[in-house]
């Protein structure tokens, strides 16, 4: 039976013993009174007893001495009470758990399930599991983008709200990337296939909503610490009202006033609640585990390219320094780039496109990786990248600083400044985050020193880690983890390269753009929309969520101390005191529930 249908049964039961004891059938009346609290004794009993036996004791053992007692003691209406404020509690929790997973859950449900696919002519509907990497989809109006693709039509407009929350659609051209998950919110479009279904960017959100849905949170965990000692502590003021007053009803009214539900409720209600919450602000969050290693965050860590900055380098400069035409360098530098695999390299090509150079094709085209590349275009030989990378190829003049050098046929004819920009919202990121109460905000990237030391003076950030290898940033890692004053530390990157990092820190949150699969697998926390920002904002919900889980769980144990004086005292029967604790519980959720709104 459903904790609702539980609920309902014990709810009618009492009903219908409150009518019996109204129409004079007290005997009846009394054992309608017990047989509802037995329906809820039986699966409690069962319950504490695998508790028991795993070694874990819960506040669930003081509701089932409250109801052997009440049914011990003869206080039938008391012992029915308990039972429904136990089997209500739950399923109010669970309830509070529907809404506060809502967002979740319309994400899962929004998954695309087919596809059509246009071979030639034909336009067939298959499942979006069976779509291949180069298939054409044609994706109809209002239809859910179901794979990660490029916009073959002349343009797409997409409605990202599902994903970013913003309500306005997006346009976008013939070579776009599209993420699956958004929808069509105009004229039918074509996409062309990057990656299978089950490899998009939405198919793995949907896996990390789903662990979202099992994982359990650390101070969940703590919450029950809590009630290894309110066990003891409820056991002796009754043992000691008894003892006083020679009443063990007494003894049974502390149990029922002692019976914390707050304390299984609040806690996973709230830190829910911050999950749900986050997702709206574009954020998803696997679980409340990490929404309280976000609450509790002391540093973070941030990785540049493609976090802080947009991962798409540009050409600021090109200098000619040997009588050559600065085009002609260009044309050059680009031609033999065409074949390198480095970031860099991109960028000298689309600037020799975007100025209509026509490229030639490199031959016998040696490549270094991090270092450069030479190769034969038009008969002259040309290398392209660092100084060290010109000296060892034997190229002269190479005196100059500057982050990539060009060398035509022996010597060095020039130099490229490229840069990375910031993200819009970069700049205000590290403000936010100690507005937030993170105490110290460090930059690590592979780029040069001098590159990182100009972005992280930019940001203002604490402190700037230049030229890191992976192996590095692990170590940057456990070196803040193991002051105790910065952690929790929180990592934030976007590559394949910063996933043991991501893994390595308290919490991990990958920027979900295009390409990130591996680092959002293994972060705690996805940001699905190029937006830093966000990390703040993350830091912001779980700030709020904790504090609310620990303001509900304290404030409710709190009033359940106080009113076991009371009852200790005989001021508080067993059957009022059900009545009050019911009055708390509510209390106590509904104040955990405000983690779904904006502070």
Partial sequence: MSRRGVALTAAGGIAVAALLRLGGAGRASDTAFALTAAVVLAPLAWSVARSVLSGDVGVDAIALVAIVGALALGEYVAGAVVALMLAGGNALEESANRRARRELTALVERAPRIAHRRVGAIIEEVAAEAVGIGDVVVVRGGEV???????????????????????????????????????????????????????????????????????????????????????????????????????????????????????????????????????????????????????????????????????????????????????????????????????????????????????????????RRARGIEGRVDGRRVAVGSVGWLRERGYEGTAVDAQVLVGVDGRLAGAVTIADRLRPDARDLVPALRAAGIRHVALATGDRTAVAAQIGSALGVDRVYGEQTPEDKLAVVRALRARPELRPVVMVGDGINDAPALALADVGIAMGTAGATVSSETADAVIVLDRVGRVADAVRIGRRSLGIARQSVLAGLGLSIVAMGFAALGYIPPVAGALLQEGIDVAVILNALRALRDS
């Fill in 145 to 367: 983008v179901p794979v990660d693709g490029i916009v073959e039509s002349d343009e797409a407009v997409v409605d990202e709200s599902s994903l970013t929350g913003e309500p306005l659609p997006v346009a976008y051209h013939r070579g776009a990337t599209v993420r699956s998950g958004t929808a069509n919110a105009a004229e039918a479009f074509e996409l062309r296939a990057l990656r299978p279904a089950a490899e998009s960017a939405y198919a793995a959100l949907v896996r990390l909503v789903r662990q979202a849905e099992t994982q359990r949170a650390p101070f969940v965990r703590l919450a029950d610490r809590y009630a290894a000692f309110f066990l003891p502590l409820t056991a002796l003021v009754a043992g000691s009202a008894w003892a006083a007053s020679g009443n063990p009803v007494r003894a049974l009214a502390v149990f029922v006033v002692a019976t914390p539900c707050p304390l299984i409720l609040a806690a996973p209600v709230a830190l829910i609640s911050g999950v749900s919450r986050a997702a709206r602000a574009g954020v998803i969050v696997k679980g409340a585990a990490a929404v309280e290693g976000l609450g509790e965050a002391r540093s973070v860590l941030l990785d540049k390219t493609g976090t802080v900055t947009l991962g798409a380098p540009e050409v600021e400069e090109v200098v000619a320094l040997d009588g050559l035409p600065q085009a002609e360098l260009l044309r050059l530098a680009a031609s033999v780039d065409q074949l390198s695999v480095h970031p860099l390299a991109e960028a000298l090509v689309h600037e020799a496109q975007a100025r209509r150079l026509s490229l030639s094709f490199p031959r016998e085209v040696v490549e």
